[in-house]
């Protein structure tokens, strides 16, 4: 079955520090992949996608990605996080141009002032 | 441009009592429609999808039930419902193709009581 694995449950970072998480996939053929966030309250909004091209990914607010084929991993990364990024994070995979999008578990970021 | 709309926003509901969400999409035709729940401090879990009028997937054998009644409108229903249906339901949508992405309605917090 195709399945999608966050490395954490809950990381807890001070501002200006450096934020990798990690996401990984089951392989199944095509994929895009994306990550999303969801601020307390609210509900979950597309921060990168990526689809084909160059495996490096930027999105909104400071975010990129990097897709590793040979890995089936899909690491959202941020050089400084701040005070306002703390929410939780969820990765996605559309295997196949299907009408399926398969979520990972999230990860839930806390950034300290 | 796209947009979607969920409602209502948060409803509190006795055991036993039915249930109603709502979510219409605007600005594009012949989306895929899903339903999902997010318990709390879990990830997201697909309820049902829809790839067209009167057409309803399950993934969840659950005391829920989904309605796709026109294009653009999908309707989440239960006859009674249970303390754990409990959570937050998240409408989104999608379109076919290369460019799939899947968008989220703000979403619904129940509580059963």
């Known amino acids: 079955a195709q399945s999608v694995s966050q490395h954490n449950h809950h990381v807890i970072l001070s501002e200006a520090a450096s934020l990798e998480l990690g996401c990984n996939y089951s392989y199944g053929g095509t994929v895009n992949l994306f990550w999303y966030v969801q601020y307390p309250g609210q509900h979950l909004q597309l921060l990168l996608k990526?689809?084909?091209?160059?495996?490096l990914v930027k999105g909104i607010k400071g975010f990129e990605a990097e897709f590793i084929k040979s890995k089936f991993s899909f690491n959202l990364r941020k050089p400084s996080v701040q005070w306002s990024d703390t929410a939780e994070y969820f990765c996605a995979v559309n295997f196949n141009y299907g009408q399926n999008f398969v979520f990972g578990p999230g990860t839930r970021l806390s950034v300290l002032p | 441009s796209q947009t979607i709309h969920q409602w209502p926003a948060t409803l509190v509901q006795p055991v036993g009592s039915p249930l109603s969400l709502e979510c219409t999409v605007e600005g594009t035709s012949n989306p895929n429609l899903y339903w999902y729940r997010q318990a709390a401090g879990r990830g997201l879990q697909l309820l049902f999808y829809?790839?067209?009028?009167g057409q309803i997937s399950s993934e969840v054998p659950q005391n829920l039930s989904a309605s796709r009644p026109q294009d653009r409108q999908f309707i989440l229903s239960s006859k009674k419902l249970l303390l754990s249906d409990s959570g937050f339901y998240l409408c989104?949508?999608?379109?076919w193709g290369t460019g799939n992405t899947i968008y989220f309605g703000e979403g619904s917090w129940l509580t059963v009581v």
């Open positions: 989104a949508w999608s379109v």
């Open positions: 829809s790839v067209g009028i």
């Open positions: 990526y689809f084909s091209g160059d495996p």
